[in-house]
């Protein structure tokens, strides 16, 4: 294996602004184009850097609570003031000896750690 390139999470149908709302004016990222062939089907790619999040659309739409991406941050307490300040309040976490991390909900539920 070379790297991960991108993870994806599932959103339901029509979210995409909602979520658009977090991942891109709260946290920065950029929207990348979706090849035309996969245009259609609705949902955001999303980039930062060498972070890359796919939001797809799942008819069955369940949110991932349990599985979910951990993006490292050069500020985290900055970033978790920000998203708290936002509404977007973190779950600090200190399970693991000398991690500082939190969790958040996306705006459909799905689980993001930022550590």
């Not at 990348?32 to 245009?39: G, M, N, V, Y």
Request: charged share 25%; aromatic share 6%; glycine share 10%.
């Amino acid at each position: 294996m070379l790297r991960l390139d991108h993870v994806q999470l599932a959103i339901p149908k029509g979210a995409e602004d909602q979520c658009g709302r977090l991942y891109v004016d709260l946290l920065g990222m950029k929207e990348a184009p979706k090849p035309s062939t996969l245009a259609g089907r609705g949902g955001l790619w999303l980039e930062s850097g060498p972070v890359r999040i796919h939001l797809g659309v799942e008819e069955k739409f369940s949110p991932a609570r349990k599985a979910h991406p951990a993006v490292a941050t050069g500020n985290l307490d900055g970033l978790a003031q920000m998203l708290s300040e936002a509404g977007c309040e973190p779950t600090w976490d200190d399970a693991i000896p000398e991690v500082r991390r939190f969790f958040v909900s996306d705006p459909v539920g799905n689980r993001i750690e930022f550590l």
